[in-house]
């Protein structure tokens, strides 16, 4: 376990999450994640020329994540089983659908825990096209457990959210980073002010930026080194990021930090 990067506000660990996780000492209030999808070699199907091609060029890139599909689902439960155990709160954490040998695995069916909340995310656009069933656009966003920290101004957003990138600085880092806002609204809502959100699977540190940006604290982890070099540059840029980006304001709820909250 090495620490890539530390201040006040925010660490990055570089290693295996189960390694690094029962080896933090800061208290962990919420978790919001995006583990990897285990998708390598199984997403070809259905789409044309030009798109197979660049999701094979993703592919051998970045992508290592290539399980049986139980071994999958054992390796993702014990990982979350983990992340309820250390966290105060909920453990949030974004997934899709997966279709493997005939067989649909929803989410929450590989995930047996208690859940809080079901967050749909309405996404642009779909990679799965002439697969012999409706497109599927959306994600769903999990909180398994329960909160320990409410904000009671998001029952408003209600729980399909129609997000879109906007601007994608994590993009040219990680091949699957997900919009700020998707990360800062669970964020906003189960972790108090100033307390700790641990992202286990950081990539690009999408959750690291939202959360200095709503004026909590961060940790992360991530496995592979060759993400951690951007990442670092993009917590040490985040307030740039934020104020550049399209509001993230909604219903009342403030996206930017206090001035008194830095990083880097």
Not at 53 to 59: P, S
Not at 75 to 87: G, I, P
Not at 196 to 225: H, Q, W, Y
Not at 227 to 232: D, L, M, N, S
Request: one cysteine or more; a positive charge; hydrophobic letters at 40%.
């Amino acid at each position: 376990m090495d620490i890539a990067y530390r201040t006040r506000t925010c660490t990055l660990y570089v290693g295996d999450c189960l390694d690094v996780i029962p080896r933090i000492r800061a208290t962990v209030d919420t978790v919001v994640t995006s583990p990897p999808y285990n998708v390598r070699g199984r997403i070809t199907t259905g789409l044309t020329r030009r798109t197979t091609a660049r999701v094979q060029q993703i592919n051998s890139t970045f992508y290592a994540d290539s399980m049986p599909q139980q071994v999958y689902a054992c390796w993702l439960q014990y990982v979350v089983a983990t992340l309820l155990d250390r966290a105060k709160g909920l453990v949030w954490v974004n997934h899709k659908l997966r279709w493997v040998d005939r067989a649909d695995y929803h989410p929450a069916r590989m995930l047996p825990f208690r859940i809080h909340s079901e967050i749909i995310w309405h996404r642009e656009g779909s990679l799965a096209f002439n697969m012999r069933r409706f497109a599927q656009n959306h994600e769903v966003l999990i909180g398994f457990g329960f909160p320990h920290y409410w904000d009671s101004q998001v029952d408003r957003m209600l729980s399909v959210w129609s997000i879109t990138h906007g601007k994608k600085p994590g993009c040219a880092i990680h091949p699957c980073s997900f919009p700020l806002e998707l990360a800062r609204r669970p964020i906003v809502a189960s972790c108090p002010p100033d307390g700790v959100v641990l992202d286990p699977f950081a990539g690009s540190c999408t959750v690291g930026v939202a959360a200095l940006a709503t004026g909590r604290r961060f940790i992360g982890i991530e496995k592979n080194p060759a993400y951690v070099p951007a990442a670092i540059d993009r917590l040490k840029a985040w307030r740039s990021e934020v104020h550049d980006s399209p509001p993230l304001q909604k219903n009342g709820i403030t996206t930017v930090a206090p001035e008194r909250s830095t990083a880097g």
